[in-house]
């Protein structure tokens, strides 16, 4: 029999409850009515700005739009998905039942019956293989579907799978020691371990952010410098001109994956580094073919990716939130919420 799991209304458990749903809906109600305002936006602007006419081709605009609407749509589906799914599991006690099971998972492991820290590390693994297993055939229809139809997709079936499946134990990994941690300070922080939380999870963050290009992405793709150049030399230029403390250059292996095409940095203070995607870049080898047969395509196949200008157009939006400390205030605005929340749980 499927029962119920919901608490008393008038228990603190119960408003807990009604809270964290209703603030749910009421998030994901607005995010919905934003989308249809954007997705109507998609379907009747058939021609392209006055602003982009002269510099933008109407079969360009065309496809993206297209693009767009599709995208657009399949978030529609798969986000109501989410929504009543994640209902679900709280109506029904699908937590409270997955922290049981995860108990005995962690007992049969050789872990005491009374070891809360085993059992959450446990019950987030479960509960992370549980949401991978749910979204993996909404993940495959976007990627092999969505993105296939519009020539972005370059995954064949076992790369995604073995992505999907080095996504999984990378995260676990991380997660594990991370879990314990914050579990273990909850339990020796006393009245204030919201403090402790804070701090900890802000190390962690920095950490992360730290080692993330050097030590993780490199296990998803292969990471190059960018060769001398005209590119390179124009970069260093503009990364001179408005202060950026520009020490690495790098090339992404983005073409295995996607034709999406993208710029990013990284780094702190003053050693900043900044990485182009293989796709972005105009006449591009790709960094996985081999390169007579990308000689042998040159000539029957369009030019693709951006001219030296367009990269620095792109990269000059990138180095725009440097310049305007975007992911500082970012930072700072996470770390604001995460210490309200903290003192919230606190009380």
């Avoid at 108990?103 to 293989?129: M, Y």
């Avoid at 793709?221 to 790098?250: C, M, N, S, V």
């Amino acid at each position: 029999m499927i029962s119920f799991a919901i608490p008393e209304f008038a228990t603190w458990e119960g408003k807990i409850f009604v809270g964290v749903l209703g603030f749910s809906w009421a998030t994901y109600m607005w995010e919905e009515y934003l989308a249809y305002r954007q997705r109507r936006v998609y379907r009747e602007k058939k021609e392209p700005p006055v602003e982009l006419k002269d510099i933008m081709e109407k079969d360009s605009y065309d496809k993206a739009r297209a693009y767009s609407i599709d995208k657009s749509n399949f978030g529609l589906i798969s986000g109501a998905f989410d929504q009543v799914v994640g209902t679900g599991v709280m109506v029904f006690g699908g937590y409270s039942a997955l922290w049981a099971i995860s108990g005995k998972v962690a007992e049969w492991l050789g872990f005491p019956a009374s070891g809360e820290i085993p059992q959450t590390v446990v019950f987030v693994g479960l509960r992370s293989l549980l949401s991978t297993l749910i979204n993996l055939p909404w993940s495959v229809y976007f990627t092999f579907w969505v993105e296939q139809k519009h020539g972005f997709n370059k995954q064949t079936p076992g790369f995604f799978i073995k992505d999907t499946l080095k996504k999984f134990i990378v995260t676990q990994v991380i997660s594990a020691p991370v879990v314990s941690s914050l579990v273990y300070i909850i339990k020796v922080g006393g009245d204030y371990f919201f403090i402790y939380l804070w701090g900890f999870t802000t190390a962690v963050m920095l950490f992360l952010m730290t080692i993330y290009p050097s030590c993780i992405a490199p296990l998803f793709d292969k990471y190059t410098p960018l060769p001398e150049g005209d590119l390179r030399t124009k970069i260093e230029a503009l990364a001179k001109q408005i202060d950026f403390p520009l020490t690495k250059l790098y090339v992404v292996e983005g073409s295995k994956r996607s034709a999406h095409s993208n710029a990013y940095f990284y780094g702190f203070f003053k050693n900043k580094r900044i990485v182009l995607y293989d796709t972005l870049l105009e006449d591009y080898t790709p960094l996985n073919e081999d390169n007579s047969e990308s000689e042998k395509e040159e000539v029957k196949e369009k030019k693709t990716g951006c001219s030296t200008e367009e990269v620095l157009a792109v990269l000059g939006h990138e180095l725009g939130h440097w310049k305007l400390n975007h992911v500082l205030k970012g930072i700072i605005i996470f770390q604001v919420r995460l210490d309200v929340s903290g003192q919230f749980l606190s009380s």
